[in-house]
């Protein structure tokens, strides 16, 4: 079965930078839509930027012209560059992945990784 790993979270002083990754398990199978969600304390799980297979990107307004998203060289990667953090991103980030099927989808989550800007 496809699974998603994120990679790249760790600890960062504000207006700093990181970049993190996804790749699926196997990639034999393509993903048609990727995407990064993230979910901090107390807050609902929000969606933070996407892109389908034909290059439609979408943006969170609260990380518009911070943030960027992006299709991998290998078969079923995302990557999310994160520039000019704040402190109001510190989350937990989780990749999203679906695979279309005729008239249904599959959707792919990953276990999340640990953001966190300091001040």
């Known amino acids: 079965q496809v699974q998603l790993v994120e990679s790249g979270g760790g600890s960062v002083q504000a207006g700093g930078s990181l970049r993190l990754s996804c790749a699926a398990s196997?990639?034999?199978?393509?993903?048609?839509?990727m995407g990064w969600y993230r979910q901090a304390p107390g807050k609902q799980r929000e969606l933070v930027a996407g892109i389908t297979s034909n290059g439609y990107r979408n943006y969170a307004e609260s990380v518009k012209g911070r943030f960027t998203i992006s299709r991998g060289n290998a078969k079923n990667t995302v990557d999310l560059q994160m520039n000019s953090l704040k402190p109001e991103d510190t989350a937990v980030y989780y990749c999203?992945?679906?695979?279309?099927?005729?008239?249904?989808?599959?959707?792919?989550w990953g276990q999340g990784t640990q953001v966190t800007v300091s001040s």
């Open positions: 999203h992945g679906r695979r279309e099927i005729y008239r249904d989808y599959v959707d792919y």
């Open positions: 196997r990639s034999i199978i393509s993903i048609n839509a």
